[in-house]
């Protein structure tokens, strides 16, 4: 790490022009990538059914994980792979290589044939198109910042980067938007068809704008400089990890700001999602104009705060950021509750709800397969379905073997094991004690309403939140935001916070390591925080919830690291805002 009380700068001159290409070719870029990454997910239950139905249990379960989980966990293996060739080979060749994958993969996805056209072999390219698009967002995100960072003005290289660090937001609401606008003009039933290939087909159109644009650029000056003196490093891996001096600011970068980048991006944005829909029940639409919103706030705080931290220091907004979300996790999820539902907040508070159980039948629900894990004993479907209705409860220890069961005030509802069973019966007696146990909540005061399914024609009954948007008309959308304006609230403050941690962190982490192995060095950590920490998030979470049977228990998760982060980064962790790069 170059000294941090340094203040000379050896940055050559670059014209305001030409630094306005390279932000905008560098963002752009990483715009399409995220862009390319999200939209999988905003269509996950559409094509999952397309891909997995007709699979043996045993197999579906397989590539669902493999699916969900890949596309975070070779994060980090791409980052070493294009951290490599970016310090060996230069910085632009690597980010041209990681664009050019993730669109291709992309594209791909689009013209995939279903399982009823290749069977098993569907599935096969899928989970393989999403290994491309995880391994090149590895590369993508470090390779842009160092970019940037190496071409920028000493005294504004936080706002020149902050333009990356808000493409995020961009790549989310375009996925979003996109999504949103092919259903509305083809239809549901179009959707399900045949229409979902239409957001994936249309990013080689972004590609092909966003490869010509990076052709246009020249190598950073920084590397520049290092190739011309005959120091780029041959030997990025055991510099980087195997040398004690390098190792450090690679541990203490881990442990201090991609740590708490990882739980408190991750819980802000996608966990809040997951707690508004699956939690509290809220509809889609409502959640999807939420996030909206949300992510179209934090697009121009990533640039301010990355500003800010060009006039007083990188760590002090970094830290901001930190203890502003380590203060709100617990309150802020308990008054998005009492904001976002408040017939379920109340009836959580008045009604006791107890699960008798065998201890040795209850165990840690962690699934990081986005669904396909079946816990199937009576314990585990009695607390997974509180804990998926969005109710906390207390466990009392029944005798050994004894079926699990519900005491809802003074009525009780008795589980169901289905041990042995396949994972199409399992699902079956999960639906059936479900409908039996929500109605007892319902009776109780619990929010709940009846549905049909329109294949069966039976009714359910289901977990439910008052006022669901109806359509996207400005007086339904005004209207929406009247009655969840509290909750809007709470999401905007989670934003300022991370926003504040991740709008100056490109630079700070570009100006931690030296010139000779930044990509290699910087592209890890963050990647494992991220990916790891961050993308497996909301997982953990409701496995803790259903193991206590609080549903904030869960929050301790990213409390307790963005706790340790905090306090990393206060003793441990140097500004800066003033490191020559370029040395």
């Known amino acids: 790490m170059s000294d941090a009380s340094a203040t000379a700068q050896t940055s050559p001159e670059i014209s305001p022009e030409k630094m306005r290409q390279v932000v905008a070719a560098s963002a752009?870029?990483?715009?399409?990538?995220?862009?390319?990454?999200?939209?999988?997910?905003?269509?996950?239950?559409?094509?999952?059914?397309?891909?997995?139905?007709?699979?043996?249990?045993?197999?579906?379960?397989?590539?669902?994980?493999?699916?969900?989980?890949?596309?975070?966990?070779?994060?980090?293996?791409?980052a070493l792979v294009f951290g490599k060739i970016g310090d060996s080979a230069g910085r632009k060749g690597a980010f041209l290589i990681t664009i050019t994958i993730m669109g291709v993969a992309t594209f791909a996805i689009g013209l995939l044939p279903t399982f009823e056209q290749v069977g098993v072999w569907a599935p096969i390219l899928l989970v393989a198109c999403r290994v491309l698009q995880g391994f090149a967002l590895g590369g993508e995100y470090g390779g842009a910042a160092i970019y940037v960072a190496e071409h920028a003005n000493p005294k504004s290289r936080g706002l020149s980067t902050g333009w990356?660090?808000?493409?995020?937001?961009?790549?989310?609401?375009?996925?979003?938007?996109?999504?949103?606008?092919?259903?509305?003009?083809?239809?549901?039933?179009?959707?399900?068809?045949?229409?979902?290939?239409?957001?994936?087909?249309?990013s080689v159109c972004l590609l092909a704008i966003s490869v010509w644009i990076r052709l246009q650029l020249e190598e950073s000056p920084a590397f520049q400089k290092l190739k011309d003196e005959g120091r780029v490093s041959k030997a990025a891996y055991h510099e980087s990890f195997l040398q004690w001096r390098n190792l450090k600011i690679v541990l203490l970068a881990f442990f201090t700001v991609c740590m708490a980048q990882g739980v408190v991006w991750y819980t802000g944005s996608f966990y809040t999602q997951f707690f508004l829909e699956k939690t509290l029940k809220i509809d889609s639409l409502t959640?999807?104009?939420?996030?909206?919103?949300?992510?179209?706030?934090?697009?121009?705080?990533?640039?301010?705060?990355?500003?800010?931290?060009?006039?007083?220091?990188?760590?002090p907004v970094m830290l901001f950021g930190i203890v502003m979300m380590?203060?709100?996790?617990?309150?802020?999820?308990?008054?998005?509750?009492?904001?976002?539902?408040?017939?379920?907040?109340?009836?959580?508070?008045t009604v006791p709800i107890v699960v008798v159980a065998d201890p040795e039948e209850c165990t840690f629900q962690l699934d990081l397969t986005g669904g396909a894990a079946q816990f199937a004993t009576s314990c585990d479907i009695a607390k997974s379905t509180l804990s998926s209705a969005g109710i906390s409860y207390v466990t009392e220890a029944a005798p050994a073997g004894a079926t699990a069961r519900v005491r809802v005030g003074a009525t009780e509802v008795e589980s169901v094991s289905a041990v042995g069973e396949s994972v199409a019966n399992i699902r079956k007696a999960r639906t059936q004690f479900a409908d039996r146990l929500h109605r007892a909540l319902g009776d109780a005061g619990f929010p709940t309403r009846e549905v049909t399914d329109p294949v069966t024609h039976q009714t359910?009954?289901?977990?439910?939140?008052?006022?669901?948007?109806?359509?996207?008309?400005?007086?339904?959308?005004?209207?929406?935001?009247?009655?969840?304006?509290?909750?809007?609230?709470?999401?905007?403050?989670?934003?300022?916070?991370?926003?504040?941690?991740?709008?100056?962190?490109?630079?700070?982490?570009?100006?931690?390591?030296?010139?000779?192995?930044?990509?290699?060095?910087?592209?890890?950590?963050?990647?494992?925080?991220?990916?790891?920490?961050?993308?497996?998030?909301?997982?953990?979470?409701f496995a803790i919830n259903t193991a206590t049977g609080s549903i904030y228990a869960g929050l301790w998760f990213p409390a307790i690291i963005t706790a340790i982060a905090a306090l990393m980064t206060f003793f441990f962790l140097p500004e800066t805002k003033n490191v020559d790069i370029h040395a």
């Open 460 to 541: 359910h009954v289901v977990m439910t939140s008052p006022g669901p948007m109806r359509n996207w008309s400005i007086g339904e959308i005004l209207r929406v935001f009247g009655e969840k304006i509290g909750v809007y609230f709470m999401m905007a403050l989670f934003v300022v916070a991370a926003t504040a941690l991740y709008g100056p962190q490109a630079a700070a982490l570009v100006e931690l390591f030296p010139t000779r192995i930044r990509y290699t060095a910087l592209s890890v950590p963050y990647h494992i925080g991220v990916g790891w920490l961050g993308g497996l998030l909301p997982a953990i979470v």
């Open 326 to 349: 380590l203060f709100l996790y617990f309150p802020g999820y308990h008054f998005i509750m009492r904001q976002g539902n408040p017939p379920l907040a109340h009836a959580s508070e």
């Open 28 to 78: 752009a870029g990483t715009v399409f990538e995220w862009y390319d990454f999200f939209v999988y997910g905003a269509l996950a239950t559409v094509i999952t059914p397309i891909f997995f139905a007709n699979l043996p249990d045993a197999q579906a379960f397989v590539f669902t994980l493999l699916t969900f989980a890949v596309g975070f966990i070779v994060r980090p293996f791409g």
């Open 164 to 202: 990356i660090q808000t493409s995020a937001a961009f790549g989310l609401v375009g996925a979003l938007l996109v999504v949103a606008i092919t259903r509305g003009i083809v239809g549901e039933e179009a959707m399900k068809a045949w229409a979902w290939r239409i957001p994936f087909l249309l």
């Open 287 to 315: 959640v999807n104009l939420l996030m909206i919103a949300a992510v179209a706030l934090s697009a121009p705080l990533y640039v301010f705060f990355a500003w800010l931290s060009d006039k007083v220091g990188r760590k």
